[in-house]
């Protein structure tokens, strides 16, 4: 069998690294070279920028970059990026945005800003005997740690609480400092996990140090020091709301009201129901997240911490709900986003600063803003669309040219696709045997141009 480990892959240079690739891995290696190395950026420079975020590279994976213009929160305009690979994201959130365009747009606010971070540790003692030390302990890491918290504290940021948190009742001889931080307008993961790994040998030291404790309890084992992604005091409230009436137009078969009120019943569902709000909330981060890699944000980051925020009362639920109250249709969202708009990646990455510079180079606040009105516009469109034609037929609509790409239509079979399709249902079957027949159609040539 053919050798595929290897050792040393990190140190050799890219050619080297693709060279092996091919001849290991696939029996088209020359084609293979050829794509890997067609997605490399022609400036040089920008390569090595891009190589610089992380290892082994070989190529760049390339995902579309669209916008969706026309949204109107807190009565300012955005056209607002979105990096997604998913047919009618996009298109759906854009549709989302001019609908509510003319209904006053969406309203948001950031409601709290507290990132957090913790040092677990393990102490063998009596846990009154270490919080009856903990306030000269709070002193000496404040003190010590802050050649790293100064510039922080100069932009209005740093360190805002630190609590001793006794867990032995969970673990045996488990405790936490639980850390609260201010980041500004960085995300702060690299500022939070420094001054959380230093805290944890200032600890360490202190304990050592106190003439009080026996020799065990002058022992403390640090487990970890490292951000916590779940920052449910992180917090921003998008929504949007108008008379029942106004929701005419949202579905040509439904008055406003039939439509507003199939719409909460979807929306009371997503809270009752973990499977559908599962789908539910994954249709908000279609928007989310779309947005925070367009603005180079960390999406794992916002995705782990939303969903343990959608499960915070012990069940998963819906991250939005929707309330019909005195003839007026009412829908929000509210989110904990832990975002920047410096540092990181967000000046780095070329498009990331075109798209700060698109949303007219927003605070990290003004980001949540408009981070979770994307994801309110996109969970707005999925629910518009299921509960009156369904999602397929939209979507369908856009996942047709990934289906002619696929089976390498050209531009004039295309446009004899959109036409035929323009009332059918799509798949890859029917599409498939639809270029078939025009393909081995003998008649007349059909030219079909588009208007
Ligand atoms: C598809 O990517 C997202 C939806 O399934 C969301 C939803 O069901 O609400 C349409």
Known sequence: MQDKTVSGFSKWSKEEKVKWLAEHFFVDGEAYTEELSSFWHGNIDLQRILDGFSENTVSNYIIPY???PNFLI?????AIPMAIEESSVVAAASSAAKFWLNRGGFKAEVLSTKKLGQVHFTWKGSPDKLQAHFAKLELELRKETAYLTTNM?????GVTDIELRDLNHLEPNYYQLMVSFETCDSMGANFINSVLEEFAQILKNFVSRQKAFTAEEKQVKIVMAILSNYTPDCLVH???ECPVDQLKGACEEMDGTTFAEKFATAIRIAN?????ATTHNKGIFNGVDAVVMATANDFRAVEACGHAYAARDGQYRSLSYCEIENGVFRFWLDLPLALGTVGGLTTLHPLAK???????NPSAEELMMIIATTGLAQNFAAVRSLVTTGIQQGHMKMHLKNILNHLGANESE???AEVHFSDKVVSFSTVRKFLESIRNYKGQPIIVTRQ
């Open 66 to 68: 669209g916008i969706a």
């Open 74 to 78: 807190n009565d300012q305009i955005y």
């Open 153 to 157: 504290e100069g932009r209005g940021g």
């Open 238 to 240: 998008v929504e949007v």
């Open 272 to 276: 009752i129901d973990p499977y559908r």
């Open 354 to 360: 075109r798209s700060l510079e698109l949303l007219g």
């Open 414 to 416: 295309c446009l004899q």
